[in-house]
């Protein structure tokens, strides 16, 4: 089907009687393959705004249609009986220029009128859903069988006999129904252009999936939507509403218009919750306008017996619903945001509780559920806190805790001071440094904060749990001797995670010079992971036990610290390749045990310097990959990835992932030397002297202050040699490892060259096995062109064969992984 090519979306006509067309007009590849020719008959069944006088009017102008006559008939807006309708086609066809052919009962005369005319009349019948006799479907599909030159188009929004008939017994009709109107997101990004709206494949693909690849709407958004710094669109949701209100009004029946918006409260609904919203008095009908809604394409199927809306749909049909009932949307949230209590879907319960301005209902979804909220989602957790009133987050110890620890975005300036003097020791109950809130605590207050602390430690939120425990220590009593000593211990832990290991010290002093209860799960941990971190950084032998600590189920996570200090500790002593099936054996046993963020990440990080190690660059990389979109968050598990990218010769990507050094160093030192040190190398690597410098400077600071030397032995001496050339404390610095005679455990990194263009494709021929003569004739260049070619290649990637160069093609994704 032809489409203007003009941006405007101003519309024309062209004397025929057709409506105009937009300008700017894109029809689905189903449309355009089905409306090629001119058949016997055309229905175009869909919901307003899926284009269907629109795509008739811009298919009947084709130039390569068969000489016709065309008589559009508008149907009155209102009900049209049998003998009104066929009055209609009548009078349209006298005015076309027939002769009259009389009194018009079936269509017949009409037929005939056309073949004695020896042209081809098409009638199109805009709004047919208004003929309320259906006998005049029948009547029509016989009609389009019988007259060779006579040719129906049908324009319904609802479905009508005629859809099954035209399918059943007329083989060379043409049906298309909403679904065959839907564009693509490639689609919407042509439609876009063609509105002078240009939009990114990525920003139509969502547009399309959130408005279920509604014609009418993707041109609403299109037309209204704001933009971005970087050019994305932003949805006008009331532009939206506004449209999406008119659908609805043609979608309901019996008056039960106020389920369509209903259904859009929860995220997704089986038919029994939709019976739960819109009343048992209203599901029949409710079940109707589901039918209707699934073939419009307002819902989507999520699983067996489950649907959606679209998500900027429910979006606007939320809006919709707060617009005109607020009362109701309020109920109904409350509603919903119960059964989802119920379910255990507590981050669906937690939003819905907040639309529900239920502060009571709000507050117990927090307090029955905040850890695991805190886990999947802080942001809405943190959001939803500001809908209760601070006598609320003040009335129990959970509230407390999550309002002093979770509520605020950043940590109090005092505590990331304090960090940065070592977090000085300070007697339970004390007041010595300043604190947020000096009001009286009520009981139970320390221990939730032990207990968030265990949660954010989890989530690798190393910093925060260090605070939580701090503030445990800070508010406890004399008489908490557990509680107290507990806490202590998690600050240990997490001082000696951040790199503080002179806090990390005193703290673990401090705990066991304090009354002797048994030790809980982080003090059992801390007496291992503490010393083994202070004596590894100050490379010095490391005890460890030979057996893990007996710890509760609910924190077992924690022997995998354990197990990253054993890891570290073993790259030094040799056999890494026998360590790295121990600990990948060590992984699969216990997949069964409730995991955290942290153990994951750290896990995932002495994996990946075992494979360094043992010089498995591409089952290093899989691991990586295999720890998820957040293995950037995680401080050590990035700082591996950073050695990893090093030590393959992808020294760009250990600059992208190491420039936010400086900015953790402060209380962050341990990551922040890891990241400073690779840093050096890939900058020295690409002839970047003053960046190796300053990185190279940083990193010897970090050291001054904390002691921390072990990390000088993870990256190649040559490199660091040569900055620190020109820097004297740096230079003294490495005279100092080598008075310690220790060694790095991992091999000499790649020196990789980048390849051309022309060498990548040379490279990805080799990776198809296919001899040098078969190469060369597809890359259309001489048998020694390529052998040039791949030695270069060879060179480059500093292999010596295909399968090796391949391997390392494949670790810097020039090919993709092999299956």
């Known amino acids: 089907m032809s489409r203007p090519s003009h941006r405007s979306d101003q519309h024309r006509g062209d004397g025929q009687g057709l409506p105009r067309v937009p300008a700017a007009f894109t029809p689905s590849p189903t449309v355009e393959r089905a409306l090629e020719v001119l058949p016997p008959l055309v229905v175009l069944q869909a919901p307003r705004g899926y284009g269907k006088t629109t795509t008739a009017s811009?298919?009947?102008?084709r130039p390569d249609l068969p000489d016709h006559d065309l008589v559009w008939v508008g149907?009155?807006?209102?009900?049209?009986?049998?003998?009104?309708?066929?009055?209609?086609?009548?009078?349209?066809?006298?005015?076309?220029?027939?002769?009259?052919?009389?009194?018009?009962?079936?269509?017949?005369?009409?037929?005939?009128?056309?073949?004695?005319?020896?042209?081809?009349?098409?009638?199109?019948?805009?709004?047919?859903?208004?003929?309320?006799?259906?006998?005049?479907?029948?009547?029509?599909?016989?009609?389009?069988?019988?007259?060779?030159n006579l040719h129906i188009v049908l324009l319904t929004r609802t479905v009508r006999p005629v859809v099954a008939l035209a399918r059943a017994i007329a083989p060379e009709a043409v049906v298309l129904q909403a679904g065959d109107f839907v564009l693509t997101g490639e689609q919407t990004r042509q439609l876009g252009e063609e509105l002078g709206v240009p939009v990114t494949e990525k920003a139509a693909e969502e547009l399309c999936a959130g408005l279920a690849g509604w014609?009418?709407?993707?041109?609403?958004?299109?037309?209204?939507?704001?933009?971005?710094?970087?050019?994305?669109?932003?949805?006008?949701?009331?532009?939206?509403?506004?449209?999406?209100?008119?659908?609805?009004?043609?979608?309901?029946?019996?008056?039960?218009?106020?389920?369509?918006?209903?259904?859009?409260?929860?995220?997704?609904?089986?038919?029994?919750?939709?019976?739960?919203?819109?009343?048992?008095?209203?599901?029949?009908?409710?079940?109707?306008?589901?039918?209707?809604?699934?073939?419009?394409?307002?819902?989507?199927?999520?699983?067996?017996?489950?649907?959606?809306?679209?998500?900027?749909?429910?979006?606007?049909?939320?809006?919709l619903l707060r617009e005109d009932d607020p009362a109701r949307y309020w109920r109904l949230n409350a509603d919903v945001a119960r059964l989802c209590r119920a379910a255990g879907r507590m981050t669906q319960a937690l939003?819905?509780?907040?639309r529900s301005q239920d502060a009571p209902l709000l507050a117990e979804v927090v307090e029955e559920s905040w850890p695991q909220l805190l886990a999947a989602d802080r942001d809405k957790l943190r959001e939803a806190l500001t809908h209760l009133q601070p006598e609320t987050l003040a009335a129990t110890p959970t509230m407390i805790a999550l309002r002093d620890h979770v509520a605020p975005r950043e940590l109090p300036r005092w505590f990331l001071e304090a960090v940065q003097s070592d977090l000085p020791v300070i007697a339970p109950g004390s007041s010595t440094l300043a604190i947020a809130h000096d009001e009286a605590d009520e009981p139970g207050v320390a221990r939730t904060m032990l207990e968030l602390a265990h949660v954010l430690l989890g989530e690798a939120d190393v910093l925060g749990?260090?605070?939580?425990?701090?503030?445990?220590?800070?508010?406890?009593?004399?008489?908490?001797?557990?509680?107290?000593?507990?806490?202590?211990?998690?600050?240990?832990?997490?001082?000696?995670?951040?790199?503080?290991?002179?806090?990390?010290?005193?703290?673990?002093?401090?705990?066991?010079?304090?009354?002797?209860?048994?030790?809980?799960?982080?003090?059992?941990?801390?007496?291992?992971?503490?010393?083994?971190?202070?004596?590894?950084?100050?490379?010095?032998?490391?005890?460890?036990?030979?057996?893990?600590?007996?710890?509760?189920?609910?924190?077992?996570?924690?022997?995998?610290?354990?197990?990253?200090?054993?890891?570290?500790?073993?790259l030094h002593l040799g056999n890494p390749a026998e360590v790295l099936g121990d600990v990948e054996q060590y992984r699969d046993r216990n997949r069964h045990r409730p995991s955290t963020w942290l153990g994951e990440s750290m896990l995932a990080a002495a994996l990946i310097d075992l494979c360094i190690a043992t010089d498995q660059l591409a089952r290093a990389r899989e691991i990586?990959?295999?720890?998820?979109?957040?293995?950037?968050?995680?401080?050590?598990?990035?700082?591996?990835?950073?050695?990893?990218?090093?030590?393959?010769?992808?020294?760009?990507?250990?600059?992208?992932?190491?420039?936010?050094?400086?900015?953790?160093?402060?209380?962050?030192?341990?990551?922040?030397?890891?990241?400073?040190?690779?840093?050096?190398?890939?900058?020295?690597?690409?002839?970047q002297r003053a960046l190796a410098q300053e990185a190279m400077h940083l990193a010897t600071r970090i050291v001054e202050r904390t002691g921390m030397l072990r990390p000088f032995l993870l990256v190649p001496r040559a490199d660091l040699e040569n900055v620190a050339a020109g820097l004297p404390n740096s230079r003294a610095l490495l005279e100092k490892l080598d008075q310690a005679a220790v060694a790095g455990p991992f091999p000499e990194a790649v020196r990789v060259e980048p390849l051309s263009g022309r060498?990548?494709?040379?490279?990805?021929?080799?990776?198809?096995?296919?001899?040098?003569?078969?190469?060369?004739?597809?890359?259309?260049?001489?048998?020694?062109?390529?052998?040039?070619?791949?030695?270069?290649?060879?060179?480059?990637?500093?292999?010596h064969s295909r399968a090796e160069a391949l391997e390392r093609g494949r670790l810097l994704g020039l090919l993709p992984p092999q299956e």
């Open 759 to 799: 060498e990548i494709h040379v490279l990805r021929e080799l990776a198809t096995g296919r001899p040098v003569p078969i190469m060369a004739r597809r890359l259309f260049v001489s048998e020694s062109t390529v052998k040039t070619q791949v030695r270069s290649i060879y060179r480059k990637l500093g292999v």
């Open 624 to 687: 990586g990959v295999q720890a998820g979109p957040r293995r950037w968050e995680s401080g050590l598990l990035r700082a591996a990835l950073a050695r990893l990218a090093l030590y393959s010769g992808d020294d760009q990507l250990a600059l992208d992932v190491t420039k936010d050094a400086p900015t953790v160093a402060p209380v962050r030192p341990r990551v922040a030397l890891k990241l400073s040190l690779v840093r050096t190398v890939a900058a020295h690597r690409t002839g």
């Open 58 to 61: 811009a298919w009947l102008r």
């Open 215 to 319: 014609p009418g709407l993707l041109r609403v958004a299109l037309l209204t939507a704001s933009f971005t710094d970087d050019g994305e669109p932003v949805v006008d949701l009331f532009s939206i509403a506004d449209y999406l209100r008119i659908v609805l009004q043609d979608l309901a029946v019996d008056g039960v218009d106020a389920a369509l918006t209903s259904l859009a409260v929860p995220e997704s609904f089986t038919p029994e919750l939709a019976e739960q919203l819109v009343g048992a008095e209203n599901i029949e009908a409710t079940e109707q306008i589901l039918v209707r809604m699934r073939r419009a394409g307002l819902l989507v199927t999520r699983g067996e017996g489950e649907f959606a809306y679209p998500t900027i749909l429910r979006d606007a049909a939320n809006l």
């Open 351 to 354: 939003e819905h509780a907040v």
């Open 465 to 570: 749990a260090s605070f939580a425990c701090y503030d445990a220590v800070r508010r406890g009593t004399q008489e908490e001797h557990t509680l107290v000593r507990e806490a202590g211990a998690g600050v240990a832990l997490t001082t000696a995670l951040l790199g503080h290991l002179d806090a990390a010290d005193h703290w673990m002093d401090w705990v066991q010079a304090r009354p002797d209860p048994p030790p809980g799960p982080l003090e059992t941990v801390a007496r291992i992971v503490v010393p083994g971190f202070l004596q590894l950084d100050r490379l010095a032998d490391v005890d460890l036990p030979a057996e893990p600590p007996d710890l509760p189920e609910a924190h077992q996570w924690l022997e995998t610290l354990i197990v990253y200090v054993w890891v570290n500790r073993s």
């Open 75 to 148: 149907l009155p807006p209102r009900a049209v009986a049998r003998e009104e309708f066929w009055a209609e086609v009548r009078d349209s066809v006298v005015r076309a220029g027939y002769d009259d052919p009389g009194p018009v009962l079936d269509g017949r005369d009409v037929g005939r009128a056309a073949q004695e005319r020896f042209r081809h009349l098409v009638i199109v019948v805009d709004s047919f859903e208004r003929v309320v006799d259906e006998t005049v479907d029948e009547e029509l599909v016989e009609l389009a069988q019988r007259h060779a």
